[in-house]
């Protein structure tokens, strides 16, 4: 009797997502056969170990060797694209992670197209919210289409916006790219870093936990995922109940470890003011209503969480200065926001504060917007009319939207209906490029070379309509 059960591949399954979905992979293993692609490290084969037992394959090698992800690859149904560097060991090691993350989507495209039937094969991609950067209010609500826009030193996002940019111009049949919103992690129970600090306290963020995302993969892997879920961009996120403000997400993990009032050990000073992602998402509820996999809260998952707090963390509700002192000390350590001040690292003061001036006037709590920002979403405008998306779009109508983006289309004709092949386009800076309707309308993606430069964002911003969008609110005074 021929094997019924679906064949997936697996990158990125010893980290935090990939663990989360081969615990939902397998809980359903009587019909899903599992390979994983790993490195060969101690920590890998502890953490993979209990799956093998169970019948996982694993294929210890290096996504960035193109032999060890053909040999994984090869045979699968569907491919679930998790593994690369993450923040905030990314942005230290901006070469390894621009050779993993880009070389690594380039090597599973290879990979599917040379499959006997690449059509067969169904890749799903996961990209993120880093993507679309620092979304300030009243700016702070967000959806799929809106620009491209990397936060300066984030060579993370960077290196997820090319790899996107080769998954969606793959030339693959089934491809869907996922961005990923942030994960819940209970900081308290794990070493922390300074990149609590980059983030801005009113910012925004839509969380999700990491049982469902992992529940998210398994249930797109079966075989009850509607085929129009297939070649889109989608917004993971947790809903309404999960949007909270990095201050109230610090307040709530605060109060779990016991801490009553997060002004005893916190100070606004500590904090960036801007240059760092984040947003609720519009459009996130498409996704949910695809393929349901909503079943934990952000407040359902702290409460999970606790009882994993050591006993020396809790002692922050009887002494609070100590808890303080611990966060002042990584402020001020290597990658702080404070070791930055103290040795006048202009590059960084300006990324992420606007200027030392801007820091100084941060004279306490009072200065620090504490509300609760809009709840009613503010859509951008994308510059074409978004109900003929899956339709036709005329010549005209393509030439305004690249009008709307500051530069123009170049091709003299475009195939009614067709989204996937690539046109020519010109952006204001004369930087010619090719790229699909998919690409620069459903993804707000534009010039490779632009996007790709920050420090152009100004210049770009002042021809483009479309980018002034989410160019102006970053405006701060020096």
Partial sequence: MANSKRHIFITGASGRMGQATLAELFRRRDHFEVTALALDTPTDRRILAPYQKQGLEVVWGDLTCYQDVLRGLSGADIVLHVGGLVSPFADTRPALTMKVNVGAAQNIVRAILAQPDPDHVKLVYIGTIAQTGNRPVPIHWGRIGDPIKLNVFDTYGLSKTIAERIVIESGIKNWVSLRQTGIAR??????LDPITFHTTLNGVLEWITPADSGRLLANICEETTPEEFWGNIYHIGGGAPNRLTNLELLDRMLSAT???DYHEVLDPH???????????????DRLEELVPFREQTIDQYIEEQKSKVPWYIRLGSAFPGLVRRKFE???RGPGGTLSWLARGDNAHIKAYFGSLQRWKRIVGWESI????????????????????????????EIREAALFRGGKLLSRSVRPGDWRSPLQWVCHAGHEFHASLDLILKGGHWCPI????????????????FFRQVWEPEGTPG
């Avoid at 209970?186 to 070493?191: L, Y």
């Avoid at 632009?450 to 309509?465: F, V």
């Fill in 270 to 284: 500590w904090f960036a003011l801007q240059n760092f992602h984040g947003q609720w998402l519009i459009d996130s």
């Fill in 186 to 191: 209970m900081a308290a129970a794990e070493p």
């Fill in 450 to 465: 632009c996007l790709g430069d920050p420090a152009s964002y100004p210049e770009l911003a002042r021809h483009s309509a």
């Fill in 258 to 260: 016991g801490v009553k």
């Fill in 369 to 396: 917007n504490q509300q609760r920002p809009s709840e009613v979403p503010l859509k951008l405008e994308h510059g074409y009319q978004e109900d003929k998306q899956d339709g036709l779009l005329n010549l005209e």
């Fill in 329 to 331: 000390e990584v402020a």
